[in-house]
């Protein structure tokens, strides 16, 4: 009888084990509806345009984009110069291509590093629950009360003003959302009879859910990941704009929009363009995470 019980809740343990087969089936079955989404697939294009121009930044800059010509200074678009010059005489395409690399690697890095301690944090709350859910949550909570620009900018002022200094500031303003986000879908599985079927059959807690329930709430945490990105560029423009992000000469966009400042009327396309860059990146990746959701939302997916 003993065994049998065993096998039964060995067989209910693997109802809801995760399963890269089943997430590619359910992507391919999925696929087709994501391409006939005009605007996710839209997002799409606009996400791999960037990828490819921060790939190839090297080969097709044309020009360096740290190298001054003062004689060159304040070009309007040209054969030459496809975006002009600034006003220091660098080329705006290629302080462009050179941008998007430090933005994405930005975005990327800053939400690995909310991911990372952020969803063990939010899983471990959500299935404990009790004082250890109390404790993590109210100083998650403590993070959530600053605003993410302010929190952003608390952190470069104590690590200073740098490219790394600006990936960890932001990451630190992720870690909160993630670890949300992460105890909310936590709490969502640890109620499954899969859960409580691998808990008759001896498996540990921990075991439970770092290799049963976490992996069944990839779907949150990837769309989520896909949006912050967005977000995650946005902040790093804004602190470049102020002055705490990356530092001049490199090339980011919210820095070139602060140098535009002063010509804005004179050459408004030195505002413009870096302006546009970011808009077309923010808004692929919005529209990238909503088509993505629908991809892989089991809820979606049964109807």
Request: proline share 5%.
């Amino acid at each position: 009888m003993k065994a049998n019980n065993t096998a039964l809740a060995e067989e209910m343990a693997g109802i809801k084990k995760f399963s890269w087969a089943k997430v590619i089936k359910r992507f391919q079955d999925r696929l087709g509806e994501f391409i006939k989404n005009r605007l996710a697939f839209l997002g799409l294009i606009i996400v791999l345009l960037v990828l490819v121009v921060a790939s190839l930044a090297p080969w097709i800059e044309i020009h360096d984009p740290l190298q001054q010509r003062i004689s060159s200074r304040l070009q309007t678009p040209n054969w030459e110069h496809f975006f002009g010059t600034d006003h220091l005489g660098r080329d705006v395409w290629a302080r462009i291509v050179h941008g998007a690399r430090i933005a994405l690697m930005v975005g990327i890095i800053a939400v690995g590093i909310g991911i990372v301690f952020g969803v063990p944090l939010g899983a471990i709350a959500g299935y404990y629950r009790g004082r250890i859910d109390e404790v993590i949550m109210r100083f998650m909570d403590a993070f959530l009360a600053f605003p993410p620009i302010l929190l952003a900018l608390a952190v470069v002022a104590m690590l200073g003003s740098s490219l790394g200094n600006t990936m960890i500031a932001i990451g630190v303003v992720y870690i909160p959302r993630f670890a949300r986000v992460a105890r909310g879908s936590v709490l969502a599985e640890r109620e499954k009879e899969y859960v409580e079927a691998s808990k008759m059959v001896g498996e540990a807690n921990l075991s439970i859910l770092f290799r049963q329930i976490l992996p069944n709430t990839l779907s949150p945490m990837i769309v989520q990941a896909t949006v912050f990105i967005a977000y995650a560029i946005l902040t790093e423009a804004a602190l470049s704009f102020l002055g705490l992000g990356i530092q001049p000469p490199n090339p980011s966009w919210g820095s070139m929009l602060n140098e535009a400042r002063m010509f804005i009327e004179s050459d408004p396309y030195l505002a413009i363009v870096p302006g546009l860059a970011i808009s077309f990146t923010v808004l692929g990746f919005n529209l990238l995470g909503d088509g993505l959701r629908d991809i892989l939302d089991p809820r979606l997916a049964e109807r």
